[in-house]
């Protein structure tokens, strides 16, 4: 059975940006259109519109839990131009970090570690121009036993109090 595991995603830009460029790009065409209807600005906005949830990834991160210990691993795509809604098929890049813990760690010391390394991370190259999106991760997080997320299943004495 495999580890479980968290994904990540990592997008070209933030929702914001991704909205003033789609604004840009409506204004643009808005410009040539002679009669302006409501209906014919519907037609173009969604005919330009991508779906930033989906269409924007470039990379992956992935929590994986092992022994003591929790894993990021980068999935990242080889294009070298990330252009927009482009499809992007994702490659292993490499193990960007590694969280060990001691026994007697808390779970929301555990939280808090793993918060803040993938903050760090935002700093780092290829992230830095870049968006790490943590809604999911700050949501579910403070709820999750990550002392019995690491422990699950792995023998040796769990971190955990």
């Avoid at 949830?53 to 990379?59: A, K, L, P, R, T």
């Avoid at 990550?146 to 955990?160: A, H, N, T, V």
Wanted: proline fraction near 6%; charged fraction near 30%; charge should be positive.
């Amino acid at each position: 059975m495999k580890s479980p595991h968290i994904d990540i995603p990592i997008y070209r830009c933030t929702p914001k940006q991704f909205e003033i460029e789609n604004n840009k790009i409506l204004a643009k065409q808005l410009q040539f259109v002679k009669v302006p209807e409501l209906r014919m600005n519907d037609e173009l906005y969604f005919r330009n519109k991508t779906l930033w949830d989906f269409n924007e990834i470039v990379g992956w991160l992935r929590l994986t839990v092992a022994k003591r210990s929790i894993v990021g691993e980068l999935f990242w795509t080889p294009l070298k131009k990330l252009g927009r809604g482009r499809w992007k098929g994702f490659r292993y890049r490499r193990r960007i970090f590694e969280l060990n813990f001691t026994p007697g760690e808390r779970s929301e010391l555990i939280f808090q570690g793993l918060s803040a390394r993938i903050e760090k991370l935002k700093e780092e190259h290829p992230f830095e121009k870049r968006h790490i999106d943590l809604r999911v991760l700050n949501f579910i997080g403070p709820h999750l036993d990550w002392c019995k997320l690491i422990s699950s299943g792995k023998k040796g004495r769990s971190p955990c109090v």
